[in-house]
């Protein structure tokens, strides 16, 4: 296969790295509107870099992954679909959710596949507490609590473009719990602050936020989120039922300090961030892709689960600025 990446910032110079490992894949084609930095990441990894986006795109390729900035996403999906070449996109599929729908109406008629990137899904602990869920061992569920906390605060000009707190980051918890579950979420009631640094409030933004989701079965979910958590990258997720539970990312480089007498810390480091703790997930996403790209496999995460996740981010910060429970339906167009 002769598969095309364009966007060669760091999750994208991850993949093409992570693409040209695999046995199936005979070249990789990178390309990104900066080229002198395309040519870089080239030259890094060995694999081919095209002059510029259109000569990618005439590079006669048999799949596309998009990990360009989110605002080129649904011309280079569009684009793609049109040409007839499999799509892979980091989330999300657009920037908002008129965009997303723009895209969604425009591909609903073609038979070319696209993925979107929502790797906790390929994640070896998640994939095990859906099975947990979806086998009846714990029993009923009550009550989800997924966290996403990162060390450290990304740069403020990224924070003014990231479309918030809910949109950028909650939006894979809101992702995993309606995965894990099998069960969609009808309600949120969210709220937000800032004690950090001033940009995230400049941008209409906050740098720690909690959501309690309803799900449609009665099911009752909360989400944590910050950007502030000094002991390192925590993303966790608890699935608790009338007859057992299971912890997702609870292992030796969790970053939680036990205070009970006698306790034993976990022997860490903690993960730095995303791309460390997630880097198995990726492979197995962008191998999924492969199936996805040579008609061996649906598309197992479609831009429809990438709209209902971002629903749910929507009503999320509507609840946050209006100060009440918001119907997830409120949002739908």
Not at 19 to 45: G, P
Not at 174 to 185: C, H, L, N, P, T
Request: aromatic content about 6%; glycine content about 10%; charged content about 25%.
């Amino acid at each position: 296969m002769r598969l095309g990446l364009a966007g060669t910032g760091r999750i994208g110079t991850s993949h093409a790295e992570t693409l040209k490992s695999f046995d199936e894949v005979s070249s990789v084609v990178v390309a990104d509107v900066d080229a002198a930095r395309a040519q870089a990441a080239a030259a890094k990894l060995g694999v081919e870099a095209a002059a510029d986006i259109p000569s990618l795109f005439a590079s006669s390729l048999d799949g596309l992954v998009i990990a360009a900035a989110t605002d080129a996403h649904p011309e280079l999906i569009l684009k793609a679909v049109d040409a007839g070449i499999p799509v892979f996109c980091e989330k999300p599929v657009a920037a908002d959710i008129p965009g997303t729908l723009a895209v969604i109406d425009k591909i609903s008629g073609a038979d070319v596949p696209v993925q979107i990137g929502f790797q906790r899904r390929f994640d070896a602990g998640y994939a095990a507490a859906r099975e947990a869920v979806a086998s009846g061992e714990l029993g009923w569920l009550h009550t989800l609590r997924a966290t996403t906390l990162d060390p450290a605060p990304p740069p403020a000009e990224y924070v003014a473009h990231s479309g918030g707190l809910f949109r950028d980051c909650g939006v894979h918890d809101f992702d995993v719990v309606r995965f894990v579950s099998g069960r969609e979420i009808v309600e949120v009631y969210a709220v937000g602050t800032n004690k950090g640094e001033r940009f995230f409030a400049d941008a209409g933004d906050v740098d720690t936020a909690a959501a309690t989701l309803t799900l449609d079965d009665g099911t009752l979910a909360v989400v944590s989120l910050t950007r502030y958590n000094g002991a390192g990258y925590d993303v966790r997720l608890e699935v608790l039922g009338s007859a057992g539970n299971v912890v997702v990312g609870l292992d030796d480089r969790a970053p939680l300090t036990s205070v009970e007498p006698g306790a034993q810390p976990l022997p860490g480091p903690a993960y730095p961030g995303f791309m460390e703790r997630f880097r198995p997930a990726y492979v197995s996403e962008l191998k999924a892709f492969l199936d996805v790209a040579a008609g061996r496999a649906a598309s197992p995460c479609g831009a429809a689960d990438a709209l209902e996740a971002f629903y749910i981010a929507e009503a999320c910060e509507v609840s946050r600025r209006e100060r009440r429970p918001v119907r997830v339906e409120e949002v739908r167009v």
